[in-house]
């Protein structure tokens, strides 16, 4: 991918949610929602403060996060759909 964010963006890769329910419901495509969760593929250096000073990014690339259902701006490079969004954004890094 030749996309890199500026300042406080990063670029986010949706993660499908699973078709079916823990109960076995099979769950129809135009009924399901978009996918909160996702991985982030790419960071831009930070944003700036006041004094001009970069202040670094909590997230870095491979980072599994959540998200606000309405968050970022949907793009697609190489075929791919991507969302690029702020750090803001961003409500929680998912670890294991």
Do not use: C
């Not at 495509?29 to 006041?50: C, D, L, S």
């Not at 599994?64 to 409500?91: A, C, H, N, P």
Request: proline share 3%; no cysteine.
């Amino acid at each position: 991918m030749n996309f890199r964010p500026l300042h406080d963006r990063v670029v986010v890769k949706r993660i499908e949610s699973e078709a079916k329910t823990a109960s076995g419901i099979i769950i129809p495509e135009n009924a399901k929602e978009k996918p909160m969760e996702g991985e982030i593929i790419a960071v831009g250096n930070g944003a700036r403060n006041e004094a001009g000073n970069v202040i670094a990014l909590e997230v870095k690339a491979g980072d599994r996060v959540l998200f606000g259902k309405w968050s970022g701006t949907e793009i697609k490079i190489d075929g791919q759909d991507y969302l690029v969004m702020k750090e803001s954004d961003i409500v929680g890094i998912l670890t294991k």
